[in-house]
């Protein structure tokens, strides 16, 4: 049995302002051009489909021409709800939806309901479990502690039983939570309750592959192979980066291949990458005069610049934009410092003139103390206010 595992997708999500409902759409074509190509017997998708739980209009027209075309194409698609997405949203016509062969798992109701998929080995059970928000699931499942694990060993066992039940040596579980000893990146939502995030990974014990979400970075979650008796668990990542902290991430998804005896095997295929991401540092001119050399390549990526300029230099934005069109964000991180704090403290406990005290914000802010044309500006600033509360 082949299977698909993505998740993270984040429909409607952007990038530092940049929609990147476009290479989303692209994503999912090829999602579906690669399930094609590999004979997956499904596609699972662990979570966070939208990015926010009222995704915008056209992030669900996205998600429902995407699932038409994989219900054509007669693949099944199997997901879950994760801590983005609105599982009552998402779960709206998953009757309907599973009779097309789009299996949705949003609630308590439905973990050990198994979507039963069939090989020339016999019967392969995927159970959903999406994201549990303890507070919200404790009474369901008869939980006492509030945290994570404690709702998730639950609902595993509740899975276990029903696998037990049918007979299903071979099961599979899609799940969205922070597995211990995974490396999140910057651009997750924090899902602690009480201090409690995350899970041991011994709460899956038992299945043949666990395929999670959450976690924005491909990854092996749990002990390491050989470590005593434990599933497969891995963490897809998402596929397209959606920080700069994830620049070095190369983002995949993953196919699992289970054999007769429920032993699996991983492979990462590699997503389409519409913009590498790059982070440069150092002074406007100097930058600017690499953009022909060894930092040509610029011009095709998505940038962050990070200033070292001790004087803030005029447009920079601009003329960043100007050499590398994507450029997103511009962080300032002046080299040295014309003053110590203590000694800026000092003078400005010594001004008593308003355009004094005004210029000594301006050197603090920008590096370098203010010139004529700043003083100009700040002493018609400071009589306009001063003959305004003069006439009050």
Known sequence: MRLIHTSDWHLGRTLHGE?????????????????VRQRAGA???????YDRAVPPLDAVRLLDATLLRFAQARI??????????SAIRLGFGAGLSEAAGIHLRTSVADLARPVLLADEHGPVAVYGIPYLLPDAVMADLGVQTRTHEAVLAEAARLIRADAAARGAARTVVAAHAFVTGGQPAESERDIRVGGVADVPAAVFAGFSYVALGHL?????AGPPPGAGQDPAIRYSGS???????EKYHVKSVTLAEIDAAGRVGTTALPTPVPRPLREVRGTLDSLL???ETDLADLAGAWVKVVLTDTVRPPAPMERLREKWPHTLILDFAPEGQLTSSDADLERLASASDPVEICGLFVEFTSGGPADDAHRAVLRAAVETAQHAESAA
């Open 19 to 35: 929609n990147l409902l476009a290479y989303q759409d692209s994503f999912l074509r090829w999602l579906l051009d690669e399930a």
């Open 43 to 49: 596609v699972l998708v662990a979570g966070d489909i």
């Open 76 to 85: 099944p698609v199997i997901l879950i709800s994760g801590n983005h997405d």
């Open 216 to 220: 924005h970075g491909a990854q092996r």
């Open 239 to 245: 596929p397209l980066a959606f920080s700069f902290g």
């Open 289 to 291: 005069a690499r953009g």
